[in-house]
């Protein structure tokens, strides 16, 4: 499948795409909300609430925000290369989980805990947050043996 077909097909089979799909394939989160559907023998991930979707893409824009200059990172607007942006997504929730002192990293369940706690996602520990985004690092690969 050609990829413009691909994309024509995901934004019709997936029209709620989830907003932290990234860091939800590479297992470092889990979310209740979470519908995994097959496309072009590829996995994509839909959210099944629409209220949950508008929290995350919130969280995800506040991540974005606040490490900016900490990473580095291109203006907004500017699409993320793969590696930022798995950097920020699963850092900031593996610090979110933290703040939160969330049991699990699902993530709808560590957003919720995280605006009873704190009201609004505005007034998490953002430096702490931060911290676990700009110390998140992807995984080595193995090297393979010289044959």
Same mark, same amino acid.
């Given at each position: 499948?050609?990829?413009?077909?691909?994309?024509?097909?995901?934004?019709?089979?997936?029209?709620?795409? #989830?907003?932290?799909?990234?860091?939800?394939?590479?297992?470092?989160?889990? #979310?209740?909300?979470?519908?995994?559907?097959?496309?072009?023998?590829?996995?994509? @991930?839909?959210?099944?609430?629409?209220?949950?979707?508008?929290? #995350?893409?919130?969280?995800?824009?506040?991540?974005?925000?606040?490490?900016?200059?900490?990473?580095?990172?291109?203006?907004?607007?500017?699409?993320?290369?793969?590696?930022?942006?798995?950097?920020?997504?699963?850092?900031?929730?593996?610090?979110?989980?933290?703040?939160?002192?969330?049991?699990?990293?699902?993530?709808?369940?560590? @957003?919720?805990?995280?605006? @009873?706690?704190?009201?609004?996602?505005?007034?998490?520990?953002?430096?702490?947050?931060?911290?676990?985004? @700009?110390?998140?690092?992807?995984?080595?690969?193995?090297?393979?043996?010289?044959?």
């Amino acid at each position: 499948m050609d990829e413009p077909a691909y994309h024509a097909s995901r934004r019709t089979i997936n029209p709620s795409p #989830c907003v932290f799909e990234r860091a939800i394939l590479a297992h470092c989160a889990q #979310c209740e909300l979470a519908r995994r559907h097959a496309l072009a023998e590829r996995e994509v @991930v839909a959210c099944s609430l629409e209220v949950a979707r508008i929290n #995350c893409t919130t969280l995800e824009s506040l991540f974005r925000e606040r490490a900016t200059f900490a990473l580095r990172l291109p203006r907004p607007g500017v699409p993320l290369v793969h590696a930022k942006a798995m950097q920020l997504q699963c850092g900031g929730l593996r610090g979110l989980q933290a703040a939160v002192a969330a049991p699990t990293t699902d993530v709808h369940a560590m @957003v919720q805990k995280a605006q @009873v706690n704190d009201a609004s996602l505005l007034d998490l520990p953002w430096e702490q947050i931060v911290s676990s985004i @700009v110390a998140w690092q992807t995984r080595r690969r193995a090297p393979t043996p010289n044959s």
